[in-house]
């Protein structure tokens, strides 16, 4: 991804921040919590992915109930819309609430 990518109102350098945010310091009740989270599986799937990250905020540190998760793609070259596509897929065929 370059400097200029945006997806939203979110732009790489924002993305950046998330993915390094240290969990020890963020604010819990500032994080979404996952199951809270609805997609609208009438949208096409880039809509249904800016959906996702509209409503979690922060697709790489999220509350499940009382636990902080925090997600990461080490060694890699899958962006996270690729990673983002594949859950979703995995959750509407789990009939998760996406």
Known sequence: MHKGWTMGSYNIEILEAMKIADIQTLNREGLVDIRDVKINQELKQPERIL???????????YRHGEFIVQIGFAGTEVSLTERLQEYLEKASAAHFNF
Do not use: A, S, T
């Open 51 to 61: 959906d996702f990250i509209r409503q979690i905020k922060n697709p790489y540190c």
